[in-house]
Every structure is written in C-alpha cells, then in structure tokens.
C-alpha cells in the first residue's frame, strides 16, 4: 500500500467562507488517487494504514478585499476530534492571492484529512481553477 492523491479544483464563484468552507479540491478533476483513498464527495483523504503522511495544499484567492484569510489542514480523528496541522493566515489584500500549506502528520487507520478555508471582511471571494490537494504516505 503507497497511497497517494492530486486533486485539483474548479474554479468557484462568489464563495462565502466567513464561517469557513471545505474547499472542494477534486472537483475539477483527480489525475491520479492510487488506492481512492481521496474522496471527491466528501475532499477527504481517509488513511488506509498508519503512519506518516505528506500533505501540501495551494489555494489561490481572487479579488479579496477582506482583512485577512487563512487555509488550514484538519486532521479528524477516529473519534472526531479535528486539529489544525497546518496553517497560512495572510492579511493582504490582492488581486490575486496564493495560500500554501505544507505539513507531515502521522495518522492511524481511519483518520481523514482536508482543506478548510476561512476569510474575513470579504463575503464574496473567487477560488481558481490553480490550485491543487496532493498527498501520499511517507511510511
């Protein structure tokens, strides 16, 4: 077993993520999900085997005018405990923005992982098509 995931996303239009949004990477489409592990319904990652995990996530952002925005990796446990893993908050304001997470965590059977985006001041922001959820077991 040597799963992995790239899962990309279609651009959305006038996403309000004031009280935060499960970015539905993979909507757009999954060049490859060895052991469809990643799921395209849910945008989780479920880990079929313990062990340590790489995960890298980019999002970008455009027309934001809020005051500042953040895309956070979730880690939910077995016992739905959620923690945050990783996390890049930024407080300009662009035309285009790029978010970009990196973390290694180490999950047992069961535990899934995805990409929660939040933002404030701005109730209405574009996701684009470049960006991308990829990840896969380190051992």
């Known amino acids: ?13 006038s996403v309000n993520a004031t009280s935060g949004y499960t970015v539905p990477y993979g909507s757009h489409s999954v060049p ?10 849910t945008y989780k990652f479920t880990a079929p085997v313990a ?13 934001f005018g809020g005051s500042y925005s953040y895309l956070t990796l ?19 304001q662009a035309t285009y923005k790029n978010h970009s997470i990196i973390a290694v965590v180490y999950m047992t059977v069961g535990e899934k992982v995805y990409v929660d985006f939040r933002e404030n001041g701005d109730g209405s922001v574009n996701l684009d098509s470049d960006s991308w959820f990829n990840g896969y077991l380190l051992g």
């Open 1 to 13: 077993l040597q799963p992995s995931f790239s899962a990309r996303l279609t651009s959305q239009s």
């Open 32 to 41: 490859h999900n060895i052991g469809s592990h990643f799921s395209t319904s």
């Open 51 to 63: 062990g340590s995990y790489f995960f890298s996530a980019q999002l970008r952002v455009d027309g």
């Open 74 to 92: 979730k880690h939910e446990a077995t016992n739905g405990t959620l923690t945050d893993r990783a996390r890049d908050l930024t407080s300009v």
